[in-house]
């Protein structure tokens, strides 16, 4: 509805309704539309560049946004493509301290991980994680997920003891924050029981995948849908 008046209001061509096209395409990628956000979120960052407004903070919002859309239709290569131009602009525009900035850092270590660059990822994500202890403080989500990223990264390395500890490092944030009841807890316990196997320390992956299978309900709808790791929007 805003969409609508604003359009009414300013013209389809307004740096504003090109902002909340964005803005909607989110909500879209949110509820897994992701066809219709990617176009909603490609349509916006046109009209924002359109009228010069290419490196605003919205226009790099858009565009980090845009990637994750982008990921999640499989296109991993053109989200990492986006994501490094977005990252040039993000550390340009705000900083490298900004919370959208290490965000967007993170999600591009997860695409490397989809694309098999592993080295890169774990590089992105040992200075990565520094930086988001120091802006939100140790026991912050944005940090566990971090840490289970770059467990993921490891594992995928053989590098199995240092994923373990990452791994944990995430579930007990994850626990203190927020607790056990949620999808992030049973993913990270998740990635704990497939260490362990690859460990061959079976009695401690037993009691891991057990937790994790019977963490409620929104648990259990995670591993009914599927095992890939989502990213994190940027924000408003």
Known sequence: RTLDIATAAFGPDNSDVGYLMARLGVILHDAHRSEEALDLQQRGLAILIANGDGETQSAIDTRGNLSNSLSRLGRHREAEQILRETIVLSDRVLGATHPNTIIRKSNLALVLIRLGKFEEAIAILEENIPMGVQVWGGDYYHVAFMHGTYASALKRLGRMQESLEAYRTAQEITRS??????????????????????????DGCESAATAARHDGKSTRAFFRGGTRVPFLNDSA
């Open 177 to 202: 924050r927020i607790g056990e009841d949620n999808i992030t807890y049973a993913r990270n316990l998740r990635g704990t029981a497939t260490v362990l196997i690859d460990l061959a320390r079976y």
